[in-house]
Structures are given as structure tokens and as C-alpha cells.
Antibody
């Protein structure tokens, strides 16, 4: 079965750090761009960032709201994607989803995890 | 404030046809593909439309997408109770060099 499973969420104080993981199964992330998308409580979807795959230079893009605080990395040997979050703010509280870009769907996000919840609070 | 503007709510009765609009600009919708996602509360989003008007395998043909200029629309015909969900449009934005989502539209089936 093709799926991704996020983990690593939890409660963290403002200014703290947290690392989220996304483990894929049923496909190789090395073949895909991978995104992180978040959803604050009761709010809409917000794109966090994207990691391109090796044929596309492994480059990353970030939303302005997280740039210079969050870092996306990938370990293709572990078939996993990561989101390192530093200098966390209360407004980063959200469910964080990992999602696969499908080239055959023109880079639509076709596989999503169940999400992991991050709460930033003192 | 999202760069893609959607109405916050829409509604219809079973069997009806409803449309949800998504307004953007030349840096996103006008020159990029539009995607639509369906999210039933408490679950992950699901890709409904890609490349502005194509459906992934498994998505019923009751769902259709269109684009004209800086706006896009999602139409749902033969409305069913299970279509009650939040719907989001999305596109790449060249000025931000990032993906942008609309604010979402909550569809109620009366």
C-alpha cells in the first residue's frame, strides 16, 4: 500500500525546536518531490515547503512564514522526509502533513499522511 | 490573507449542481495549473482535480474543474451527502516561488 506516516509532533515551548519525520512505504521518495503542508486549528491549509529529488538537485523551497526557521531534508536510503523546526512560535501550532508530489498528476499532492500535531505553548 | 480567494461557504440540495470559485492573479492561476483538494473534517486532504481540469483515477466524473484567466472553478453535479466537506484550490505562485492554497470553502449538503 502506498502511504506516508508522520511522527514527531508534540508540545514545545515558544522558541524551542522539534523534528518531524515522514516515513514512506509502497513507493520510493527518491522518485518524487515531497511537500510539508500544515493546518492550524480550525483554519485552512498552508503550504510549508518542498524538497525536490536528486535528479532535480535536491533543492528546497519554503513559505515566507517559515523560511530561515524550518529546514526540510530527506534520507532516500530510509525512504524518509524530515522537517526540522527551530525558533518555534505559537502561530506554528498546527497539524503537519507530509505529502507526495505526483509527476503524472502535474505535481498535485496525491498521497497524504494522517498528520502529526505540533502545539507551541508555554 | 491567501493569494487565492474562495467563498467561505457554499450549499446545495442532493442532486443539485454547485460551483466553487477561486480567484487569483497572473502570478498564479493565470499562468499555472490549478489543483482542487477535498477535505472531510478530521481527515487528510484528497486530490480532486489536477492540471486545472483533470481528475485522478477514482474521482467520480461528477467533479469537474475549469480555468479562465485569473480565476478557476470547481463544479460538483448530482450533489450527494458524502460531498459535504471543505474544498481548497491551490496553485504554484511565481512571485512567492511557492505553492499557495485558497482559504477553503465549506460545502453543506442541505
Amino acid at each position: 500500500e502506498v502511504q506516508v506516516v508522520e511522527s514527531g509532533g508534540g508540545l514545545v515551548q515558544p522558541g524551542g525546536s522539534l523534528r518531524l519525520s515522514c516515513e514512506a512505504s509502497g513507493f520510493s521518495i527518491s522518485d518524487h518531490y515531497m511537500d510539508w503542508v500544515r493546518q492550524a486549528p480550525g483554519k485552512g491549509l498552508e503550504w510549508v515547503g518542498r524538497a525536490r529529488n536528486k535528479p532535480n538537485s535536491l533543492t528546497t523551497d519554503y513559505a515566507a512564514s517559515v523560511k530561515d526557521r524550518f529546514t526540510i531534508s530527506r534520507d532516500d536510503s530510509r525512504n524518509s522526509l524530515y522537517l526540522q523546526m527551530n525558533s518555534l512560535r505559537t502561530e506554528d501550532t498546527a497539524v503537519y502533513y507530509c505529502a507526495r508530489n505526483a509527476e503524472h498528476y502535474y505535481y498535485g499532492l496525491d498521497v497524504w499522511g494522517q498528520g502529526t500535531t505540533v502545539t507551541v505553548s508555554s | 490573507q491567501s493569494l487565492l480567494t474562495q467563498p467561505p461557504s457554499a450549499s446545495g440540495t442532493p442532486g443539485q449542481r454547485v460551483t466553487i470559485s477561486c480567484s487569483g492573479s497572473s502570478s498564479n492561476i493565470e499562468n499555472k495549473y490549478v489543483y482542487w483538494y477535498q477535505q472531510v473534517p478530521g481527515t487528510a486532504p484528497k486530490l480532486l482535480i489536477y492540471r486545472s481540469n483533470l481528475r485522478p483515477s477514482g474521482v467520480p466524473d461528477r467533479f469537474s474543474g475549469s480555468k479562465s484567466g485569473t480565476s478557476a472553478s470547481l463544479a460538483i453535479s448530482g450533489l450527494r451527502s458524502e460531498d459535504e466537506a471543505d474544498y481548497y484550490c491551490a496553485a504554484w505562485d511565481d512571485s512567492l516561488s511557492g505553492r499557495v492554497f485558497g482559504g477553503g470553502t465549506k460545502l453543506t449538503v442541505l
